[in-house]
C-alpha cells in the first residue's frame, strides 16, 4: 500500500465523508410471510436512521411477485431482443457490457470460490450471468419469479452444450419461486449471488437470514447492487420511473443497513468494494483509486460476507464499523542505529479489540507495522517506505512478537520516531486513540 500521508487513499477518506444510510420491507397483505430468526439470534446495534428507499411505503408481497412475473411481456421488441443477448450492449460505448461483466467477474473473484461450487443465483433473469457460472464449472440453483425469464434461461443455457462442445449437461436446475417462500436444505450452497437483485426483494430480513442458513460454513454470499440515501434524488426518480412503467420493485438499500442485516443474521468478513476497472497511464496511476470509479463507495453495495466455520468463533473484520480495534505494542529490544541511519526492534503486538487483527497481504484492512514522526495528515507527518506486515492473525486478546525493520529517509534525523500500525487503506491505529510505541536511539 501506498506510504503517502494521505492514507486511508480509499474506505477510509471515504468512511470519513459518507454516513451510511433503506426499509423494514415487512411482508404486507396478500403474502407469506416465513418465519425470521429469533431475536435472540441478533447482535445488538443501533438500528440504522435509513433503511431503504420505500421504507415508509411498504409494497404487498404478492404485487410484487405478480409484477416480476409479467415483467418481460411489458417490453417492447428491442428490449425483449435483448434478454437474449445480454449483457452486449451496440450502443456507443457499450456501457450496460463493460459495467455488468467487470462487475459480475469481479465480485465472482473476490468471492473466492471454491472449485465445482454449488451456486444459488437469486433473481437469475434471463440467465447470462447463470451461463458464466456454468462455464466456470460451477453448479447452479438459478432462483428466479419470472417463467418468461426462465424459459430464455433455460434456452441459453441448453445451447451451452452444443455451443462449446460440452460433454455433459449444464449442471443447473431452475426454480420458479422468490427466496422468501422457497425452502432449500440447510448448508447445502457454497456460495449464493444477488447480482442486480437485492433492491428487488420484498422482505429483506427473512432474505438474508435465509442465505445465513442455506451456506456452508465458511460459505460466502456475493452483492452487487446500488445504494440508497435520501439524498440520490436522481437515483429515486429512476426507480420510481421503472416501477411506473413494469410494476417491479425498485427499492435498493442503505450501506448501514446492509450491514446491519448482514451482521444480525450472523454473517462476518463484512468487505465493501469500490468498482474500478480499465488501463491506466503511469500518470494516471498517482491519482487516487475512486477518481477512476462510475460508482464509488458511496453509491453501491458491492459486498461480500461470510458464514463462520463450524467452530463458533467468528470475529468481525477491522473494517466493521460496530465493533472496536485497537492494540498495544511494547518494545522489547532494538532502535534506531543513527550510524546505519536503520531502525531494528524486536516487539510484542497484543490485540485489545474486539475485531480480529489479519495478516493477509493485499486485503483491504490487513496489519502492518509502519514507522513514522509526527501525527498521520499532519503537515509534517514523514513516515519510513517498506511497511511490515503482522506475523499472524491476532483475535482479541491474543499477542504475538515481531521482528520490523526500517531505512530511515536521508536527512530525517533520528529523534522522534514512533512505530504505528496500520488497518490497510482504512485507518492509522494511532487515530483511534492507540499510542505511538517510542523508538530509541541506540
Known sequence: MSSSKHLPTLAGRLKSRIRRIVTSGSLHEGGRAPTALPAS??????????????????????????????????????EHAWLFAKPYDDTPGNPQYFRLMYDVLN????????????????????????????????????LEPSSDLIDIARHRCTALKHHYHLRGEPKVRFHQDTLETIDFPEQGFDAILYFDVLHHVVDERVCIEKSFRFLKTGGC???IDPSW?????????HMMEEMA????????????????????????DIERYISVNGMFSAGQSMRPLQ?????????????????????????????????TSDARITLLSGGIDAARGAAAMTVKVENTGQTLLENKPGDSGHITFALRRNAPGAPDFIECGGRVALPRNLTPGQSTEAV???????DAGFQGWELDM????????????????PVPVR
Open 221 to 223: 454470499v456475493g452483492i
Open 41 to 78: 439470534r441478533r447482535k445488538p446495534g443501533k438500528e440504522p436512521q435509513y433503511k431503504r428507499f420505500l421504507t415508509d411505503n411498504p409494497v404487498a408481497y404478492r404485487a410484487a411477485i405478480e409484477a416480476a412475473e409479467t415483467y418481460a411481456s411489458k417490453l417492447v421488441d428491442g
Open 107 to 142: 465480485i465472482l473473484q473476490a468471492m473466492r470460490l471454491p472449485a465445482n461450487a454449488r451456486i444459488l443465483e437469486v433473481g437469475s433473469g434471463p440467465g447470462w450471468v447463470t451461463e458464466i457460472l456454468l462455464m466456470m464449472g460451477f453448479s447452479v440453483d438459478a
Open 245 to 268: 412503467k413494469f410494476g417491479t420493485l425498485e427499492n435498493p438499500f442503505s450501506t448501514e443497513y446492509i450491514d446491519r442485516l448482514l451482521l444480525d443474521a450472523g454473517f462476518v
Open 291 to 323: 477518481e477512476f470509479s462510475d460508482r464509488p463507495m458511496a453509491g453501491s453495495n458491492n459486498m461480500t460476507a461470510r458464514r463462520p466455520h463450524s467452530d463458533g468463533v467468528a470475529w468481525p473484520s477491522c473494517a466493521s464499523p460496530y465493533f
Open 404 to 410: 520490523v525493520q526500517f531505512t530511515l529517509p536521508e
Open 422 to 437: 496500520v488497518a490497510e487503506s482504512l485507518f492509522w491505529f494511532s487515530t483511534r486513540g492507540m499510542p505511538g510505541c
Open 229 to 237: 440515501h435520501p439524498d440520490f434524488k436522481p437515483l429515486e426518480k
